[in-house]
C-alpha cells in the first residue's frame, strides 16, 4: 500500500516541527506525493515571503533527500484528463487544490494508493472520484495511528502532530483515548 500524501499533512508536520520524522517514516513505509504537492510544499514561488522561502527550501532539502516518491502526471494520459477536469473553470477551485486534484487523479488510476488529507474538502472531493476498489481516503488521525502501529513514528512526534491537527474536522471516537494511552 502507498500512501499518497496531501500538502496539508506535509505542512502539519512541518509547522509542527517533525518534517524529518515524516521523511524518516518514508523509510520504513511506502509514502508519495504528486509532482504538484511538491511543488506547494518545496518550490520557491514570487511573492513568498522570507518566512516562506526559508519553510520551502527547507522541505525541499528535508523531503527531496529521503525516499518519498514523487508521481508525475504524464501529459495525455488519463490522470491528466481527471485533473484537467477537477480544475476546471465550472468549478469553484482555488489555486491551492491543484495538489489535491493531482493526487485524486493519480488515486484514480493506481488502486494501491490511499489518498492521505486533513482538507475535509479534499475528502468529498476524493469520495466523490475514488469508487470501485473500496474506499482509499484517510484522513491525518488515522495515517499518523497508522505511522505509530508500523513503528515509523515515535510517541513525541505523534503528540506534536496531534497538537496541530487538534481542533480540524471531527475527531475520531478512539483519538483523545489513544493519545493519552501512548504518552507514558
Not at 49 to 60: L, Y
Not at 133 to 145: A, L
Request: contains cysteine; hydrophobic residues 45%; proline residues 3%.
Amino acid at each position: 500500500m502507498r500512501f499518497l500524501l496531501d500538502a496539508n499533512v506535509v505542512f502539519d508536520f512541518q509547522h509542527s516541527g517533525q518534517l524529518k520524522a515524516l521523511a524518516d517514516a518514508a523509510g520504513k513505509l511506502d509514502l508519495a506525493f504528486a509532482e504538484q504537492v511538491a511543488d506547494e510544499a518545496c518550490l520557491v514561488r514570487a511573492g513568498d515571503s522570507a518566512e516562506t522561502v526559508g519553510k520551502k527550501r527547507e522541505a525541499d532539502r528535508i523531503l527531496r533527500g529521503s525516499t518519498f516518491s514523487t508521481i508525475e502526471i504524464l501529459p495525455g494520459s488519463p490522470e491528466a484528463a481527471l485533473m484537467a477536469a477537477l480544475l476546471s473553470p465550472l468549478r469553484n477551485v482555488e489555486k491551492k487544490d491543484q495538489g489535491e486534484a493531482a493526487s485524486i487523479a493519480v488515486a484514480s488510476t493506481d488502486v494501491s494508493v490511499v489518498f492521505v488529507t486533513g482538507d475535509t474538502k479534499a475528502v468529498l472531493w476524493a469520495l466523490n472520484e475514488l469508487y470501485g476498489s473500496g474506499e482509499r481516503v484517510m484522513r491525518t488521525p488515522v495515517f499518523v495511528r497508522r505511522l505509530y502501529d508500523k513503528g515509523a513514528l515515535s510517541a513525541n512526534t505523534i503528540a506534536r502532530v496531534a497538537a496541530r491537527v487538534a481542533g480540524r474536522g471531527a475527531p475520531p471516537t478512539w483519538w483523545a483515548s489513544w493519545l493519552a494511552s501512548i504518552r507514558r
